[in-house]
């Protein structure tokens, strides 16, 4: 017979404040040649889907709508796909134009 223990999953919320579901423009670099689309933000991260893949512990430049460029790191990536933390919080008045800037519309 075998024993066991049970014990309940627990969340892990790793991030300091809840992402908001966004549909934003945004490039990449600091020459802001690379295109991509920011897909959730908050004030410490967003999650971005691109046209050139991301690499986890790259350091980016992603320049946004109405902030400009903010320099980031990628803390996880799946080809075209990845997550970003902010080297430095957004403003949240900053933010709160760029989430009335979003277009989150269904197509």
């Known amino acids: 017979m075998f024993a066991a ?4 999953a627990k969340v892990d919320n790793r991030r300091r404040s809840v992402r908001a579901p ?12 690379t295109l991509c689309k920011v897909v ?11 046209y ?7 350091m980016i ?16 990536a799946d ?3 990845g997550g970003c933390q902010f080297h430095e ?3 949240e008045a900053a933010l709160a134009r760029l989430l009335d800037k979003s277009d989150t519309t269904p197509r």
């Open 5 to 8: 223990e049970f014990e309940s």
């Open 22 to 33: 966004v549909s934003l423009d945004a490039r990449i670099g600091k020459a802001a040649r």
């Open 40 to 50: 959730d933000i908050s004030a410490h991260g967003a999650k971005l889907q691109t």
């Open 52 to 58: 050139s893949s991301l690499k986890r512990g790259d």
């Open 61 to 76: 430049w992603l320049t946004l709508p109405e902030i400009g460029s903010i320099a980031a790191d990628v803390m996880w």
């Open 79 to 81: 080809d075209y796909v």
């Open 89 to 91: 919080p957004i403003d």
